[in-house]
Structures are given as structure tokens and as C-alpha cells.
């Protein structure tokens, strides 16, 4: 038996073995039980090896086997020498094994993944005997055997552990264990990466990857190739500049390969990489956890050296790298530009202060007064720059190093952003935002995470105050936009609904509801035929969309408004062709009014009229 744990190469050791074996003259039968049901497949794959080497002999030989008319004893030349390798009898009783398998004389047969096999494992045993006891075979079986212990014990039954020990006992007379040649293999795995750039950064930093490894403690190959398969993608994306800088790079290594380790065994899951980051386990794994250790103190403990909230990428892009195995290359470049290991002098202030950890106190001193004087000032007007530096300020002061409250940065963070909404920039910097930049961080760092509600308040009052000026804008686009009715219906269509090949702008905003009813429908009868068409098919799909339904519902009082007066117009061309379109697209509008219409309110314990 070679037994070892999963990803210990057992499977590449006994592959090479076997090799040499082969082109010593050696004869061998190899199986893998994983997902084996019944014997019969088992037979089957020896016998589909042992076709080739029977040549046209064993395929006529084959042929009669499996219908069962062989009869008596067959002479079979299994090398190809002209001389009988041995008998194979018919008629094996009880067993089930077939003929050809019972004097296989100078093969040796390899049964690998004994603990995948869906057969009972003593059942599987018992098989593999007959051909060591009755058969004098030698057999090699390849195993985790923690692995089938560990699942009898899970499975509560403590007797089926103990039939494999004994049957193990009986069967086996020599066991030998494979473990990790991290050397070899790590040369191996890395020899198949494509670019000679990423295979000489690997190859530069083997001695890092093997401490990390190490200290992982799972001494699993398979693992460890996945990981390095994987980050030769993400040197591929890295910009030049940044693949030189050695001491970024052994960071970067550091924490990729960590996460790697810890995700693949299955003690860390991609979502929980923010956790980490920040140490709050308590709650998150409270039925994994110590008496006294979280899985943060545990990770801590196993790589000595490493920060764990210093991971340098932020944490939406590891947990994309480790969750969809997308790696975006642009914000990836980003934040690693903005890092501490590029020089402050091309970096602005704000970034300086977000690495404060890795400044001097007097560099510190500088950049905090550099940065409080432009705060105090309202002068930093940058959405994402500004909730950088509230954040870092609130912690500095959490810190006892910024001699003013996290009340007193709120207060100035919402003054700036009162004063951006009145000069009109706020509505601008907000609309030009990204949503991921408004949630977790901006310019690829992650935003600190000082504690206490101050600084989630402040991200709520900017969303809310950006919101507000934004609708400080509606009535001039809704003039601008109904403009576009006589000059260009297709550009009017096409803000109002959903479509592939054109922006839409307001397909969810109730834009609408800022035009004036009358000049809309005095628009509307400037309308020819055709435009009339599309003017009722772009109404008719706006309110179809029942995930936009709740964002339009203010459109609702609009067209309740509108709709007398558009009803008087129909009815003014009542008889003629453009008072039929005007009539379907009035149909619309009542269609609409109804779907934008509030649910109405049943009495407590009044049951709903299912008609």
C-alpha cells in the first residue's frame, strides 16, 4: 500500500513509477477506483488494457469472452514473444472475476483511489485478495487512508473502520507513505508556465512560496500548482515597473499564495477574506473558533510576519480574484501604483495619508497638516479622495494621533458636501462616480475602517446629499429631453426604455414627472404618424419592466394629470387617422396609470377577492 494525503502526488509518483517500470519491460494493469459502482467495470478497464497488447489475437479472443462462448482453456502470448504467458481457466466461481484475469503471470496491477470507490471499501478489498491469496499477484494500492478512517468515524460506524484494519492487516504486507517532494515539484509545476517573464519571477521567489507553504501546513501538491498556475495569470497583468519592485512583489506573493492555501483546503472561503483583513471573527465563525483563538489569531500564528490587514490589494479585488477567478488588471495595476512601495513624490497627499502606517512620524506630521488644512478649508472636493481622507482622519483621531473628534470630521466632511451641492459640482462628481467607488474604497485602496457610526453616517449623507443633487437637475433635463420629441424622436425613445445600442438614461428615473402635461401633449400632436407609433411603443414598454415599476411610481401623478388633457385632444380628432394613434397611446397611458397605481389596503382580516 502507498497511502498519503490528497495532493501529496501520490498519483505523479506511482505515474513516473510506473514509466520506468515500463521501459524496464514491465507489465502492469492500472485502475482508478474513483466513482466505481460494480466489479464488471473494474474488469472491463483491465481488459481494454489488456486488448492492445494481445494485438489482433486478443481482439478475436475479446469478442468471444464477453458473449461467454469460451470453453475450456486458452494459451494467451501476452508480449508478443511467440511463448505462452500463461493460462487463463474459465469458469471462476463466486468472485466474478473473469478469465482472463486469473493467471495474469508477470503483471502487476495497480488499484488507485481505494478511498473514492463507491463500492464498500471491504467489499473492494475482498476482491483485490483473490488476486494476492489465490493468485499470488502482486498488487500495489494506492490510498488515503486517513481519509476512509476519517469518513467511517463520521459515519458513526466505528465497525466498518475496524473491518478495514483487519482486512488491511491481512491483506497488506507492506505499507509505505508518500509525502510532499516540495522541490521537485514546485520545479515541475512551475515549468509549466508559458511566459518565461512570470517562470523567472516564480522562480526568483521559490524560497518565499516554500515558507509560505510551509507554514500552511497542508503539504498539499495539488494545491500548491493550482496556486502557482493561477498567479502566473496575475504577474501576466502586472505592469513592468511593478514586477521589478522586489519587496512589492514578495507582499503581493505573500498574500496571494495565503489566500490561495487557505481557500483550496476549505478554512477560508473568498467572502470571509475581508474578516480576515480586519480580524472580526467572533461572530462570523464563532463555531470554529477556540476557547480564545479566531481564525484571524490562528492565521496570525501560522504566517509569522505577515500583517494580515495590510493585504495591499483591496478586499472586493482578492475575493473576485478567489471567488470568480477574474483578475481586472486596470484596478489591479491602480492600487499597486498607489502603494507604499512607490515614491511619495508622485503620490498625492491623500495617499500618503491612507499609508500611514508605513510613514515616519514626521512624514506623518507633514501629510496630516498638509491634508488638515485643505479639509478645514472645504478645498478637497473629490468624492473619492474625500471619504479617503475622512476615514483616515476619523482613525488617526481614533488613534489618539489627530488631535480633533470623528464628530468634528463629520461635521466638516458634510459642510464640504453641503457647499459641492449648492455650487452644482456635487451633482456632477456624483453622476461621474462609480457605485463601486461610492461602496468599499476608491483608486483601488480600501477605505480605513475606523470603529463607531461616524463614518458610515457620513457615506449616507453623502449618497443621500448626492441623490438630492442630482433631482436638483431634473427639471432641466426634463426640458432638454422633451425638446427632443419634435427634433429627434428616436433620442427620445431611446432615454426613456431599455435598449442594447443606445444609452439610457432615464429608463429607471421618473424623469417625467418634471415635464409640464401641457407641453407634452402640445408636443405630442406636432407628432407625425410614424412618430406617433413610436411614442406609443416606447410608453407601452417603460411601465413593462416590473423591476423599474418602484423607481417610475412618481410618474404616476404626472400622467393622472396629463391625462384629461390628452383625452381632449384625442376627442378634438375624433374621425381622422391621428385621433385612432393618439387613442391607442391614450390606452397606454391608462394601462400605466393603473400599473403605477399604490395596492390597495384590505382591512385586518378582510380576505383578498381572488377575482
Not at 126 to 152: P, S
Not at 570 to 588: C, P, W, Y
Request: charged fraction near 25%; proline fraction near 3%; hydrophobic fraction near 40%.
Amino acid at each position: 500500500m502507498l497511502k498519503g494525503r490528497w495532493g501529496t502526488g501520490k498519483t505523479w509518483f506511482v505515474e513516473k513509477a510506473i514509466e520506468e517500470f515500463r521501459s524496464n519491460g514491465g507489465k502492469l494493469l492500472y485502475i482508478s477506483l474513483y466513482g466505481i459502482t460494480d466489479v464488471q467495470q473494474i474488469e472491463d478497464e483491465f481488459f481494454r488494457q489488456l486488448h492492445p497488447v494481445m494485438g489482433s489475437k486478443g481482439a478475436a479472443f475479446a469478442g468471444r469472452l464477453l458473449k461467454g462462448l469460451v470453453k475450456g482453456t486458452l494459451k494467451i502470448d501476452l508480449d508478443g514473444d511467440k511463448k505462452d504467458d500463461g493460462n487463463i481457466a474459465v469458469g471462476i466461481p463466486d468472485l466474478g472475476i473473469p478469465e482472463y484475469l486469473r493467471n495474469t503471470n508477470g503483471l502487476v496491477l495497480v488499484f488507485d483511489d481505494l478511498e473514492r470507490c463507491s463500492l464498500p471499501i471491504e467489499n473492494v478489498l475482498g476482491y483485490i485478495n483473490y488476486f494476492v491469496e489465490h493468485d499470488g499477484r502482486k498488487v500495489v494500492i494506492i490510498c488515503n487512508e486517513e481519509e476512509i478512517l476519517r469518513n467511517a468515524k463520521q459515519s458513526g460506524d466505528d465497525e466498518q473502520g475496524n473491518s478495514f484494519k483487519r482486512i488491511k492487516e491481512k491483506l497488506v504486507g507492506k505499507t509505505f507513505e508518500i509525502t510532499a517532494d516540495f522541490s521537485s515539484a514546485v520545479d515541475s509545476f512551475i515549468g509549466e508556465v508559458k511566459l518565461d517573464s512570470s517562470r523567472d519571477l516564480l522562480v526568483k521567489n521559490t524560497e518565499l512560496i516554500k515558507k509560505i507553504y510551509s507554514n500552511a501546513g497542508y503539504k498539499n501538491l495539488r494545491h500548491l500548482r493550482q496556486a502557482i498556475l493561477d498567479i502566473s495569470r496575475l504577474i501576466e497583468i502586472l505592469e513592468l515597473n511593478i514586477r521589478k519592485h522586489d519587496r512589492l512583489i514578495t507582499h503581493l506573493f505573500s498574500f496571494f499564495f495565503l489566500y490561495s492555501f487557505e481557500i483550496k483546503s476549505g478554512t477560508l472561503s473568498a467572502n470571509l477574506i475581508g474578516s480576515v483583513t480586519s480580524g472580526v471573527y467572533a461572530s462570523l465563525l464563532s463555531n470554529k473558533k477556540t476557547e480564545t483563538e479566531t481564525l484571524h489569531a490562528k492565521l496570525s500564528h501560522k504566517y509569522t510576519g505577515l500583517t494580515l490587514y495590510d493585504s495591499l490589494l483591496p478586499v472586493p479585488l482578492w475575493e473576485s480574484i478567489f471567488d470568480t477567478g477574474l483578475f481586472d488588471g486596470e484596478a489591479i495595476n491602480q492600487s499597486l501604483r498607489n502603494s507604499r512601495y512607490f515614491s511619495a513624490e508622485n503620490q498625492p497627499d491623500w495617499i500618503r495619508l491612507w499609508n500611514m502606517f508605513s510613514l515616519t512620524d514626521s512624514d506623518l506630521d507633514e501629510v496630516v497638516s498638509i491634508i488638515d488644512a485643505r479639509f478645514r478649508r472645504y478645498e478637497i472636493t473629490e468624492l473619492g479622495p474625500l471619504r479617503h481622507v475622512v476615514a483616515s482622519l476619523m482613525l488617526l483621531s481614533e488613534l489618539g494621533i489627530y488631535p480633533h473628534s470623528k464628530a468634528d470630521i463629520a461635521e466638516i466632511g458634510h459642510e464640504t458636501l453641503t457647499r459641492m451641492k449648492t455650487d452644482g459640482s456635487l451633482r456632477t462628481a456624483f453622476l461621474s462616480e462609480d457605485d463601486f467607488l461610492r461602496g468599499t474604497g476608491f483608486a483601488g485602496m480600501i477605505f480605513h475602517s475606523p470603529t463607531g457610526d461616524e463614518f458610515s453616517e457620513f457615506s449616507d449623507r453623502l449618497k443621500e446629499l448626492g441623490r438630492e443633487a442630482i433631482e436638483l437637475g431634473y427639471p432641466d433635463e426634463a426640458r432638454q429631453l422633451l425638446q427632443l420629441i419634435g427634433v429627434n424622436i428616436d433620442d427620445f425613445c431611446a432615454s426613456l426604455v431599455h435598449n442594447n445600442y443606445k444609452p439610457s438614461k432615464f429608463k429607471d428615473v421618473p424623469i417625467l414627472a418634471f415635464v409640464s402635461p401641457q407641453e407634452f401633449v402640445d408636443a405630442v400632436l406636432q407628432l407625425n404618424p410614424e412618430q406617433l407609433s413610436a411614442l406609443n411603443a416606447t410608453m407601452r414598454e417603460r411601465y413593462e419592466v416590473e423591476f423599474y415599476l418602484p423607481k417610475l411610481i412618481n410618474e404616476g401623478a404626472w400622467l393622472s394629470s396629463m391625462l384629461p388633457i390628452f383625452q381632449g385632444a384625442t376627442l378634438a380628432r375624433s374621425g381622422r387617422m391621428s385621433g385612432v394613434l393618439l387613442g391607442h397611446i391614450e390606452k397606454t397611458i391608462l394601462t400605466a396609470i393603473e400599473k403605477l397605481s399604490p395596492a390597495p389596503i384590505h382591512d385586518e382580516g378582510e380576505p383578498f377577492d381572488d377575482h
